[in-house]
């Protein structure tokens, strides 16, 4: 199982991006997916969940400003953020529970992560 994350970069401050991660590979099913994002100095920190079902919660952080969404079809889950501000810079990473096989437990798989920076 891959996880591909793209759509980063450098925006101002009120700006918005969309981040996209694709999941490739051979598996049942995905259990859940999720954004997390690591800004300098700073340990991971979760921003947003969508599960299988299509329930999303949200850190209180980026709630009412960040939208996670799915395609279902091509395995990829969307982050976009609206209102940037200069503490959202991080390295966003994508996140995956991923059954392998039906009846297995989730695995969790990561993307390598994509920079957003943005200025103030």
């Known amino acids: 199982v891959q996880l591909q994350a793209s759509g980063g970069g450098l925006v101002q401050a009120g700006g918005s991006l969309r981040l996209s991660c694709a999941v490739s590979?051979?598996?049942?099913?995905?259990?859940?997916l999720g954004w997390y994002r690591q800004a300098p100095g700073n340990q991971r920190e979760w921003v947003a969940t969508m599960t299988s079902g299509g329930a999303t919660n949200y850190a209180a952080s980026v709630k009412d400003r960040f939208t996670i969404s799915r395609d279902y079809a091509r395995n990829t889950v969307y982050l976009q953020m609206n209102s940037l501000k200069s503490e959202d810079t991080a390295v966003y990473y994508c996140n995956a529970a991923v059954r392998l096989r039906n009846g297995r437990p989730p695995s969790e798989y990561w993307g390598q992560g994509t920079l957003v920076t943005v200025s103030s």
């Open positions: 590979g051979t598996f049942f099913s995905i259990s859940a």
